[in-house]
Each structure stands twice: as C-alpha cells, then as structure tokens.
C-alpha cells in the first residue's frame, strides 16, 4: 500500500503565493507520474499540473507561467509553488501519485490520492 499526503495549504491574498508539498510512502515499487489536481465548489476536479519521473511537466492553461511543480525521486516527493495567486485559484488541492509494479512481464499502475489540502485566495 501507498500512503499520500499533503501539505501547505491555507489563506492568502490575492498576488501572494503558497507552495504545496507532497509526500508518497509505503511499500514503493516505483513512483512514475506525480501531479495535481484542484477542486472548487460545485466544480469537477480538473488537472493543475503533472510531472514524469524523467522531469516532463505538464500545465493547465490556468496556471501557466504561475505554478511551478517539482519532484524529489529519492524522497517520493512532489511539490507545487503557486505564485500571483488569483481567487480563481481557490479549492481543494489533491497530490495524485502513480504507482508502477511488476508482477512477471506484466505491468501494473495504480493511482493514489491524497485526503487534499484546501487553498483559499481572497482579500
């Protein structure tokens, strides 16, 4: 089993920035893609940004030129810097790890979710 969970959430103003920490633990086989996810009220969730083992990123349009998201491989982290933090950016952030193990030739991904962190912008 893979345990994950974040931090680093909270309030801020608009303008301001947060950074989100993740962290996978466990029996790990192999981390392959980390990623997050945000969900505001009412509202589906919906990709923020992702990043492969080997470092590619991926980035809504939303927060392009905003965010910026890391990895440690060693450490089974992934981490989020959110800066110009608009009120749009609001909700629940989700850290979203996939997980690889082999069993004979056969390969197996399993996602696994964080409980969330909630990151409110407003004045």
């Known amino acids: 089993q893979v345990q994950v969970v974040e931090s680093g959430g909270g309030l801020v103003q608009p303008g301001g920035s947060l950074r989100l920490s993740c962290t996978a633990s466990?029996?790990?086989?192999?981390?392959?893609?980390m990623g997050w996810f945000s969900q505001a009220p009412g509202k589906e969730r919906e990709l923020v940004a992702t990043i492969s083992r080997d470092g590619s990123t991926e980035y809504s349009d939303s927060v392009k030129g905003r965010f910026t998201i890391s990895r440690h491989n060693a450490n089974h982290t992934v981490n989020l810097q959110m800066n110009s933090l608009k009120p749009e950016d609001t909700g629940v952030y989700y850290c979203?790890?996939?997980?690889?193990?082999?069993?004979?030739?056969?390969?197996?991904?399993?996602?696994?979710w964080g409980q969330g962190t909630q990151v409110t912008v407003s004045s």
């Open positions: 466990g029996i790990i086989f192999s981390i392959q893609d």
């Open positions: 979203k790890v996939v997980h690889m193990t082999v069993a004979g030739t056969t390969r197996f991904d399993y996602d696994y």
